[in-house]
């Protein structure tokens, strides 16, 4: 045993394959960022003014995952700091609100960025605000924080956060700030309301997909720092590229798809990535999302996909209608003591779960009875119920 994992450790430690795999994961930022240049010059040009001690506009970036936001935005900000203008008096705060999703987590953690620490918990949201107001008026500098899939926050604790910094300028006296807020979600700006949305959206930013070339590109990029020289198989980026603009040009799909290909055929001890790993990868790959996807899921939204589970995968129904699914559904509700909700609110977590690409939903003519719905799985039946067992209530009604 102890032969076999020295063997794994030394095969990692003298890799036939990576000169540095961490230049494959989605946060490295790279020396340039291809097919990014009129975002990077749209938004260097509305943040320049920081070099004038003079506050910028609060912007939004716009854009499907993996299509460069994050990537853009630190970019320029750390190109902007580096400016002997800068000199220390330009302050930075990154907060992705996925992970810190409260308005006391997210001041929190912008009171740390200018060096004050808080506790956990303890205090009155309204005082944490305070001491982040007062302490950067006593920085007496311009600050930038961008806020990282902000929908979350917004759809969890409301727009008043947003509200107070987007209108914090009025209360500081020495200091500056600005917003940059970044969001996957394209009908995000209907969640917030008027205040918020005059102030924060002063400037816009879309960040288109990316294509297979522009995606090939990227990849040819990184490799020539990730891989060892002649390591992968003629076909091996078109694959990961094509694979990648399938799903809507995701870059950090195409790069984490080449980097567990890389680490497959390091494991196999091949001395080469072939085509064949990088199709091992994107089941791995697809696995793993579907799983995240369902797990993270509402309740209710959990009890209907396993009543589609229910009738399709244990019964064998070819056809399941939406009738058939809210009938499901109620006597599940029943089962663990929650009140259903109605047919039409059920209606629209269906339209959910199909854009979130876990069932297939097609409208067919019956004729003189009308039309419906007729629902399908259109993920692995045993990645959706790994997802599904990862609830304790689910798991109870499955067994």
Do not use: W
């Not at 924080?145 to 006296?173: F, S, W």
């Not at 056809?319 to 006597?331: L, N």
């Not at 339209?351 to 629902?375: A, C, P, Q």
């Amino acid at each position: 045993m102890s032969k076999k994992l020295d063997d794994i450790f030394t095969n990692i430690v003298h890799s036939r394959i990576f000169k540095n795999r961490e230049l494959l994961r989605p946060d490295y930022i790279p020396d340039e960022l291809p097919h990014r240049e009129k975002q990077i010059m749209t938004i260097a040009k509305v943040l320049a003014p920081l070099l004038q001690d003079q506050r910028p506009s609060n912007m939004f970036l716009y854009g499907l995952t993996g299509t460069g936001k994050t990537a853009v935005a630190k970019y320029v900000l750390e190109k902007i700091k580096t400016r002997k203008e800068a000199s220390g008096r330009i302050l930075t705060a990154y907060v992705n609100c996925r992970y810190e999703d409260t308005d006391y987590r997210v001041l929190a953690s912008l009171n740390e960025a200018i060096g004050i620490h808080v506790p956990f918990t303890g205090l009155a949201t309204a005082e944490v605000y305070k001491r982040f107001l007062n302490g950067l008026d006593r920085r007496r500098a311009s600050m930038v924080v961008v806020l990282d899939e902000i929908d979350g926050l917004v759809k969890k604790c409301g727009d008043e956060l947003l509200y107070k910094l987007t209108r914090i300028n009025t209360e500081l006296k020495n200091s500056k700030l600005c917003v940059i807020g970044i969001t996957n979600d394209l009908k995000f700006t209907e969640f917030l309301s008027a205040r918020v949305l005059s102030s924060l959206g002063e400037e816009e930013v879309v960040f288109p997909p990316y294509t297979a070339p522009e995606l090939e590109d990227i990849l040819s990029r990184r490799v020539e720092k990730a891989f060892r020289n002649g390591v992968l198989d003629e076909g091996v980026i078109p694959l990961c590229a094509a694979l990648a603009a399938k799903e809507h040009g995701d870059a950090r799909r195409a790069l984490e798809l080449l980097r567990i290909a890389g680490e497959i055929a390091e494991r196999n001890s091949q001395d080469k990535v072939t085509i064949e790993n990088v199709k091992q990868a994107y089941k791995e790959i697809e696995k793993d999302r579907v799983i995240e996807v369902i797990t993270s899921l509402p309740l209710h939204s959990k009890i209907l996909l396993l009543s589609i589970y229910m009738l399709q995968v244990e019964m064998g129904k070819k056809e399941v209608t939406t009738g058939e699914i809210y009938d499901t559904y109620k006597t599940f509700c029943e089962k663990i003591k929650i009140d259903p909700l109605t047919q039409r609110r059920i209606g629209d977590l269906i339209n959910e779960l199909d854009t979130l690409g876990i069932i297939n939903v097609k409208l067919v003519s019956r004729g003189r009875y009308g039309r419906t719905k007729i629902i399908k799985i259109s993920v692995n039946e045993k990645s959706l119920k790994e997802g599904l067992l990862n609830d304790e209530k689910i798991s109870n009604l499955l067994k």
